[in-house]
């Protein structure tokens, strides 16, 4: 069984400030897909990143950038010089391709971030 | 670009009667997934479809049916609703042997059960 864990349950931050989310993930697998999400207020689920467990190179991605670590099992995500529209709950998310096509995903509880001006 | 359209976007039912949701895959798209969103939750998986057969599934009561027609679209039928099932109804599309499988969602149905 898969599971996701994500221990800060909200962060406050000004605008402008660093922001770096936490994941945890446990699977026996050998191959799987990390993915972070973000929700807005408004309640749409909106893909941000991916990762497979092949490849533990870390990025950037204009404000956003991850850092995957297999020997923790972490999957940290941070947002640079963050904005208020960045104010969401962001999901981290574990893909196993246990079947050929329609694989769940699991997802951590959220954390729920919030920049203020 | 196209994204997946899920309707209706708001849904109110009585206790006992019956829903039917429909999600409509971004195009090219041919694997479909369900997922419930309880207030304050995480997404939890319901259900996914590939080429219109039962891929997997996940904690969907006996109560809901799911298929996936010839267009790819898909419905979720929920019937003798109950109080606890008022959420948030995402449907997620993603393209088979796309890289790392990655499923995109729709603006999702809130539902709620009186």
């Known amino acids: ?117 | 670009a196209a994204g997946v359209i899920q309707s209706p976007r708001h849904l109110i039912k009585e206790k006992r009667e019956t829903a039917t949701l429909k999600c409509y895959p971004i195009p090219r798209h041919d694997t479909v997934y369900w997922y419930q969103q309880g207030p304050g939750q995480d997404p939890q998986f319901l259900i996914s479809f590939y080429e219109k057969m039962q891929s997997d599934k996940g904690s969907i009561p006996d109560r809901f049916s799911a298929q996936q027609f010839s267009d790819y679209h898909s419905e979720l039928n929920m019937s003798s609703l109950e109080l606890g099932d008022s959420a948030l109804y995402f449907c997620a599309s993603s393209l088979y042997r796309e890289i790392q499988e990655t499923q995109y969602f729709g603006p999702g149905t809130r539902l709620l059960v009186l």
């Open chain 1, 1 to 117: 069984a898969q599971k996701v864990t994500q221990a800060q349950t909200e962060i406050s931050v000004v605008e402008k400030e660093d922001v770096t989310l936490d994941c945890v993930y446990e699977t026996r697998d050998t191959t799987y897909y990390l993915f972070w999400y973000k929700q807005p207020p408004s309640g749409e689920l909106v893909f941000l990143i991916r990762r497979n467990s092949f490849d533990e190179q870390n990025e950037i991605s204009g404000r956003y950038s991850w850092n995957f670590q297999k020997s923790t099992s972490s999957f940290n995500f941070t947002i640079t010089a963050s904005q208020v529209v960045d104010s969401a709950v962001y999901f981290c998310a574990l893909s196993v391709p246990i079947k050929a096509a329609g694989n769940k995903l699991t997802f951590g509880g959220g954390t729920r971030v919030l920049v203020k001006p």
